[in-house]
């Protein structure tokens, strides 16, 4: 099928849309990631309403379909302020509030994911919440929360392919757009390869979380290795023995 | 965003929308209707495709495999552009609802392996030895001992599956599928009361997935709670 050649032409601009793609997502993530720490804290605060209206917030965006919010920020806002929202600011920031919300998920099972124990020694040695949160939790939490992030930043870029209804030309805005213009409106080159490069990014990309992942159960077995490497001793080395005794 | 609700708010007539009340309902049944379509054709699809990708056969596993990793790297609108603009051309007639049912269909298909995937792997390898030893052979020890223990394993999370499927529904009206998103979109288009009608369709979707999430915990609660065998 990609054999037929007119398709070469148009690799770069496909290329460029594949950059594009990962600049809106990279963008929103990042984004998303400000918001989601604030709710994540906010969850996982002492103080009740903090907690309710961030699991609202979590809530509410997590139900609602991002085509909704989407078409909500660049028709609905645009009318009730009266001001002129162009694609690419109503994509990221429906993609960054669509990415805050799972951020605030993952945000908060990685500070949760850190021992009670590390909370009462750092109270003990006088720290605020501010820096108990900056200084000991969240770096401990942040490698948790790797593997996890990595999926939300694929997701995201799978869900920043709809900013092409709106008109924003990113890889499958590209896709269609070539489609269009050209006489491949009767073949499915693009669309398989516009397919190809959402898959090839995805798939690199959940490839290296698995990694992070894997690394992060792999360090949590070592962790209680002390305990284990006592009791193993005496076996280990009464084996020589048992051995050299015949 | 305090100017957002105040501008909005003070515009908000709700009353322009009445007459579309009707539209929007039926586009919320099309919503539920090809979603539950979708989920009838994906649940029992991701069960063997589950089989498939833990079976000895390595055939059957790379199927699965290629299938389960092609699919949920690609963009539900992409399979949804592909199904109803690619497969004409190759003298398959679609039209928008087959295509959309499918769509979803196949992607929900590549996640539903993946959790019963997880919930096999879930059971402890005893089950599969105490099975055998009764002298039950591969069909009974799946039907009999294992796949009730992995339902109760999944449950939640093919209630999960239920509510992205909705959520995802709302793609399908991009391909032209009359279903909640399409309608809402079409009277905001023909009122230009975007700011209402999309607040509804908001709600309506929100509504739906809590009360998916709660009827599913509901349910399921007690199987999912059973005790488990080790």
Not at chain 1, 118 to 128: D, I, K, N, P, V
Not at chain 1, 219 to 233: C, F, K, N, Q, S
Not at chain 2, 88 to 113: E, H, M, Q, R, W
Request: glycine fraction near 8%.
């Amino acid at each position: 099928m990609l054999a037929s050649g007119h398709l070469t032409n148009y690799l770069l601009l496909l290329l460029k849309g594949l950059a594009i793609t990962l600049e809106l997502s990279l963008g929103s993530l990042v984004l998303g990631s400000l918001g989601g720490i604030v709710l994540g804290a906010m969850r996982s605060s002492g103080w009740r309403a903090l907690k309710a209206t961030a699991l609202i917030y979590i809530e509410a965006v997590r139900s609602i379909p991002f085509v909704i919010l989407l078409f909500f920020v660049f028709f609905a806002v645009p009318l009730a302020l009266e001001v002129d929202v162009p694609p690419y600011p109503a994509a990221i920031a429906a993609l960054s509030v669509h990415c805050s919300a799972y951020m605030g998920e993952v945000v908060r099972s990685g500070i949760e994911s850190i021992p009670k124990g590390q909370w009462e020694a750092a109270a003990s040695l006088g720290l605020s919440y501010y820096r108990i949160m900056r200084h000991i939790i969240l770096p401990q939490a942040l490698r948790v929360m790797i593997p996890p992030t990595i999926g939300v930043y694929v997701s995201t870029i799978k869900e920043s392919s709809l900013a092409s209804i709106i008109g924003f030309v990113e890889l499958l805005g590209q896709g269609m757009a070539i489609r269009e213009a050209n006489s491949l409106r009767n073949t499915a080159d693009v669309l398989i390869a516009v397919a190809f490069g959402y898959f090839v990014i995805c798939f690199s990309l959940s490839q290296v979380g698995r990694y992070f992942e894997h690394r992060t159960t792999r360090d949590m077995r070592l962790a209680p290795e002390p305990t284990r490497g006592v009791i193993a001793r005496p076996l280990v080395s009464g084996r020589p023995e048992t051995q050299a005794a015949p | 965003m305090i100017g957002l609700l105040t501008v909005g708010l003070s515009d908000l007539n709700l009353r322009v929308l009445i007459p579309y009340f009707p539209v929007l309902g039926w586009g919320a049944l099309r919503t539920l209707e090809i979603s539950a379509l979708a989920i009838a054709l994906s649940f029992p699809l991701g069960l063997v495709g589950a089989l498939m990708r833990l079976s000895d056969n390595r055939f059957a596993r790379s199927i699965a495999t290629v299938y389960v990793e092609t699919v949920r790297n690609i963009p539900l609108l992409v399979v949804l552009y592909i199904l109803f603009l690619v497969l004409p051309l190759y003298g398959i007639p679609i039209n928008a609802l087959t295509a959309g049912v499918l769509g979803l269909a196949i992607n929900s298909t590549a996640f539903t392996i993946e959790i019963f995937r997880a919930g096999f792997v879930a059971i402890p390898p005893g089950q599969y030895e105490a099975a055998r030893s009764l002298g039950l052979h591969r069909l009974q020890i799946l039907r009999l001992a294992i796949v009730p223990q992995v339902f109760r394993i999944v449950l939640p999370t093919l209630g999960n599956q239920i509510v992205s499927v909705v959520l995802g529904s709302a793609q399908a009206s991009i391909i032209g599928v009359g279903e909640l998103t399409y309608e809402t979109q079409s009277i905001g288009s023909s009122t230009f009361r975007y700011f209402e009608v999309f607040t509804i369709a908001a709600l309506f979707y929100i509504a739906c997935v809590q009360v998916i999430s709660l009827l599913w915990r509901f349910l399921t609660g007690r199987a999912a709670h059973a005790p488990l065998g080790t």
